[in-house]
């Protein structure tokens, strides 16, 4: 009994989330680039990215689709959908609150990171990969 307590213990902490520390986006700006139209096209369409909030540790791979959609699940096993483009030298997506939200994508090294004008200054995303595809199988099948 103590011991599957044990296994019971060790599985819920490993699956709390483990924070980092929010990036200002002035000191990206300060070591990084932001990524031009071009290389936010080739870096996210057709691809999943694998995002990471800094402030709660949530992860979320989202599948990027040609088509100008984008699949994503949050909690449960539903799977979302929203429309994205890349303008202006930002990725640009509906948000399932409501309206669109246009954010600019910094490289630092090899680093990636979102900043949403949203968070005043706060860069709370972090990508930590980009797969070809959709090895996640989140695009909804018609």
Same mark, same amino acid.
């Given at each position: 009994?103590? !011991?599957?307590?044990? &296994?019971?213990?060790?599985?819920? &902490?490993?699956?709390?989330? /483990?924070?980092? #520390?929010? @990036? ?6 300060? !070591?990084?680039? /932001?990524?031009?139209? /071009? ?18 540790? #949530?992860?979320?791979?989202? =599948?990027?689709?040609? +088509?100008?959609?984008? =699949?994503?699940? @949050?909690?449960?096993?539903? @799977? ?21 939200? *246009?954010?600019?994508? =910094?490289?630092?090294? +090899? $680093? ?10 706060? *860069?709370?995303?972090? &990508?930590?990969?980009?797969? $070809? ?10």
């Amino acid at each position: 009994m103590m !011991r599957v307590l044990g &296994i019971v213990t060790a599985a819920l &902490i490993a699956t709390l989330p /483990a924070t980092a #520390q929010v @990036v200002a986006e002035a000191s990206l700006k300060e !070591r990084g680039a /932001a990524l031009n139209t /071009a290389e936010l096209q080739a870096f996210f369409t057709g691809k999943t990215a694998y995002h990471k909030n800094l402030k709660t540790g #949530q992860n979320l791979p989202i =599948y990027f689709d040609p +088509s100008g959609m984008r =699949y994503f699940k @949050v909690g449960g096993a539903k @799977v979302l959908s929203t429309a994205w483009s890349i303008a202006d030298g930002k990725r640009c997506e509906e948000t399932t609150a409501g309206p669109e939200v *246009c954010m600019t994508v =910094y490289k630092a090294g +090899s $680093d990636v990171y979102l900043c949403d004008p949203r968070y005043a200054g706060e *860069c709370l995303w972090q &990508i930590l990969r980009v797969a $070809d595809g959709d090895p996640e199988k989140l695009k909804v099948q018609p």
